[in-house]
């Protein structure tokens, strides 16, 4: 059986009144991404900061281990497992990044010899070697990113949490910080990511969670919840009315639009059923100016998800 880096059991957080997180179970494999996904305010950060021993989860929550400690007993074990970056960095602006490196050393009781070593490859991989002797309030938000990741790192952690880890950046930026995640899973960290984006859950998790309401709206690998939304259809799109007409007539399931002259067909997509669409417009001497498939996305997931307060779906 996989070891799990990450297991927590009925996660509970209210703020007075306010259920924050109703009941959540993660269980994130070693050396996997594991990324929650919810709209703002559903409680990603809340999760990442009890998980990451910030704060306390709430009487009724169930066990939490972390690198195999215990939270309730051993939070000091799995501060020491672990790294966290993001919406409460650490990372100081008045002073440079290299300055933000030692300190980072320091904290970690790294030999001086050793800190400076440990800072300067860092600094290196992540490509702030000529900034380094500057004000990190000079920083691009990139670069600032990078330095935080670059700090996490000194404890050289086995499990790291990122809160949002590219809101905000170009896209550049984000992708040289994909890189960077993979990276460390490649080298065998896991990771636990936070993000708005539906593309960076996408191309970066093996395994999603939709948080939303407090709970978990549905899990598994994005190809699974792809599949639990449908939505996948060609589009047909025509500029002569009287082959629109004919298409209409053709094709009585497709959703139509009489003014944008396009039909909506649906269709899974796959070859079976594309050429079953093709043979149907052909044998009807139909020829449409464009045509597009469109396969269900996970901002479809998303919101097919997030929309309603009742929605609940698991796929495992
Ligand atoms: N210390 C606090 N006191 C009271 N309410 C809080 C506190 N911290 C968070 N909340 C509330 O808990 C809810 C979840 O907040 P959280 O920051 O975890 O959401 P999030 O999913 O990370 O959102 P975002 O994407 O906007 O960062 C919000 O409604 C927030 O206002």
New binding site residues.
Partial sequence: MTNLAIAANGLRKS?DD?V?LDGIDLAVPEGTVFALL?P???????AVKILSTLITPDPGTGDIRIGGHDLATTPQSIRAAIGVTGQFSAVDGLITGTENMLLMADLHHLPRAEGRRTAAELLERFDLVEAANKPVSSYSGGMKRRLDIAMTLVGNPRIIFLDEPTTGLDPRSRHTMWAIIRELVADGVTVLL?T?YLEEADELADHIAVLNNGRIAAQGTAEQLKRIVPGGHVRLRFTDPAAYQRATDTLPHATTDDQALTLQIPNDGSQHQLRTLLDQLDTADIHADELTVHTPDLDDVFFALTSTDTSKETVR
């Fill in positions: 703020y306010k924050v919810g703002n305010g559903a409680g990603k950060t809340t936070t708005q």
